[in-house]
């Protein structure tokens, strides 16, 4: 309903909506998707959507610079920009990353590496990091134990893993369009389509509660070693049908923690 009345923007990954803001509307983003997507991402993961809290923050970060740029009437170009500043750092500061957020922007928002996108960019994103390390501490997201190589004969096999998280990776973006597809053609009220998504997912949340949310602490559990390896790699299909589910029928969240998620439980196994 909140999407649906006030913003049909905010429904979806976020990411998308980004990219067609910036090819399509010369960097044109409505103020009020930024209120209504912190208003329906925080509902979805709340609730238990088995989402990402990343896509949404690169939404909402695009959606502010945007603003901001509209309000001091700058050029397409330099709006595009803005835009950029506002998604790295809403990506550095989710995942204290400073040089991830930026080159997110760079390649797959801008694809522009000159000097005058690459320089706000990179101070947005530092800036960005700053202010969460003050407030969220300066832990990485994810505390990675140590480890060593017994071997040469381990590369090989790390190019098996590659190929088949390569092959998880194709199975989730199509699997997610499929659902998409398929959920937007069915005949059903548009602001109730969330409900036949959100009762099968509580479903299989009451046997797999690992999907519940955004997952990182499940994915802190594979990372020191205490998960099951056949509960890991049951959790690959089973996060697949539920990220299908939540954004499927119309939540709002982001791609990015399934997506970890998928290739943690996967390297896992």
């Not at 969220?136 to 590659?162: D, R, S």
């Amino acid at each position: 309903l909140i999407t649906r009345f006030f913003a049909r923007e905010a429904k979806g990954h976020g990411v998308p909506e980004v990219i067609g803001a910036i090819v399509f509307r010369g960097g044109v983003i409505r103020p009020i998707v930024a209120a209504v997507k912190i208003v329906a991402s925080a509902i979805t993961i709340a609730c238990g959507g088995s989402v990402g809290r990343e896509g949404p923050i690169v939404q909402i970060g695009a959606a502010m610079a945007s603003t901001l740029g509209q309000w001091f009437r700058f050029s397409p170009q330099r709006l595009r920009t803005m835009i950029g500043c506002g998604a790295a750092a809403g990506i550095a500061a989710t995942f204290n990353a400073p040089i991830a957020g930026a080159f997110f922007a760079l390649e797959i928002l801008l694809r522009d590496f000159a000097v005058v996108t690459f320089a706000p960019i990179i101070v947005a994103s530092v800036i960005a990091t700053a202010v969460s390390r003050h407030f969220l501490g300066e832990a990485p997201a994810f505390p990675v134990p140590g480890f060593e190589m017994n071997g040469p004969i381990e590369l090989p096999l790390y190019l098996v893993l590659g190929l088949v998280v390569g092959l998880v990776s194709l199975a989730y973006v199509r699997t997610l369009y499929f659902a998409e597809e398929k959920f937007e053609r069915l005949r059903f009220p548009t602001p109730f389509k969330p409900l036949l998504g959100a009762v099968p997912l509580g479903v299989l949340c009451i046997w797999f509660p690992q999907v519940y949310g955004v997952g990182y602490g499940s994915m802190v559990h594979a990372l020191e070693g205490n998960l099951d390896l056949t509960l890991m790699a049951v959790l690959v299909v089973v996060k697949l049908v539920a990220v299908c589910l939540t954004l499927g029928s119309g939540f709002s969240g982001g791609i990015f923690a399934p997506a970890l998620f998928l290739g943690g439980m996967t390297g896992g196994a």
